[in-house]
């Protein structure tokens, strides 16, 4: 597959979802990083029993806590859409950051 074709099958994929939630994937961003700085700053993390429990709890912190209150309330939380852009978001944020998030708890934290 060449380039190109990569790059169109990529912005065909992105184009699948609406623009009003596109958006707010930098809002995830930078609500991760305010976050870091306070809630789970490395003096707090400790407390999770591994990495994933910490990442996990995090990840729904994000989505269920703050972007669903700010931008999604008027979904359902129980429906099928709101369960499809609960996974997309979960997603973007594991793709995205598990790897340096998983760092960030073993370097605080130790194994």
């Known amino acids: 597959m060449s380039l190109r074709e990569s790059i169109k099958r990529i912005l065909k994929e992105e184009n699948k979802l609406p623009l009003s939630f596109r958006r707010?994937?930098?809002e995830m961003d930078e609500l991760l990083f305010e976050l870091m700085k306070t809630t789970y700053a490395p003096?707090?993390?400790c407390t999770y029993n591994n990495s994933e429990q910490f990442i996990n709890h995090l990840t729904f912190d994000i989505i269920n806590?703050?972007?669903y209150?700010?931008?999604f309330e008027h979904i359902d939380d129980l429906s099928e859409e709101w369960e499809s852009l609960y996974r997309i978001m979960e997603k973007y944020?594991?793709?995205k950051y598990h790897t340096k998030l998983d760092e960030y708890y073993h370097i605080n934290c130790g194994d």
């Open 65 to 67: 806590e703050h972007m």
């Open 43 to 45: 003096h707090k993390i």
């Open 69 to 71: 209150y700010k931008y």
């Open 24 to 26: 707010r994937f930098h």
């Open 93 to 95: 944020l594991m793709n």
